[in-house]
């Protein structure tokens, strides 16, 4: 049930607060890692360009799209990109053990935060899951993929080439 609301929830989020368009500064949400004895936050890899990638067990494009985005981090990585880019994940599953199980059928090479509370979803307001939002050095919002579909990688991997190519852009 609290599932069940926690999802009305997430699709009317940008009805009850504004969500996060692109050009505008990310919130900088955090969470308890689910695999880690420790916490995240988005500020913590400014620095680096980030995509923070919304999503639940039961999403079922999530099943599909978690395992490009690994791939995508370990491509940036094995370019030479471990120090400029990082993917954050955050679950909104109300139970952990949940999320827990899911990553262990589909583990993922970067870390995920429990977003327990629904603050990074309230502040973020993904419209649908996945969301990933494509953040910059500096920290603002530069691309948002809604849900999934065809080209979602490759998408992505544009995206993120391109804000690693990029100047620093002034704070």
């Known amino acids: 049930m609290f599932r069940t609301l926690l999802l009305a929830a997430c699709l009317a989020a940008p009805l009850l607060a504004e969500a996060v368009d692109p ?4 919130p900088d949400i955090f969470g308890r ?3 880690e004895d420790r916490k995240y936050r988005v500020s913590d890899f400014r620095g680096k360009v980030l995509i ?3 999503w639940a067990s039961w999403c079922g494009p999530c099943i599909v799209s978690m395992p490009e985005l690994s791939k995508l981090r370990n491509r940036m ?5 471990s120090d400029r880019f990082e ?9 952990p053990e949940r999320a827990l199980a899911f990553l262990k059928q589909h583990p993922v090479s970067y870390p995920v935060i429990a977003d327990l509370l629904g603050l990074g979803t309230r502040e973020f307001a993904p419209r649908k899951l996945p969301s990933a939002y494509v953040i910059t050095p500096t920290g603002r919002v530069s691309f948002i993929y809604y849900g999934y579909g065809k ?3 490759a998408e992505l991997e544009q995206r993120v080439l391109a804000e690693l190519k ?5 704070p």
């Open 23 to 26: 050009g505008q500064q990310a």
């Open 33 to 35: 890692s689910l695999t």
């Open 52 to 54: 923070v990638d919304f």
């Open 77 to 81: 990585v094995a370019m030479g990109h």
């Open 87 to 95: 993917i954050l994940g955050v679950n909104l599953d109300d139970d």
């Open 151 to 153: 080209g979602y990688e």
């Open 166 to 170: 990029a100047k620093a852009e002034p």
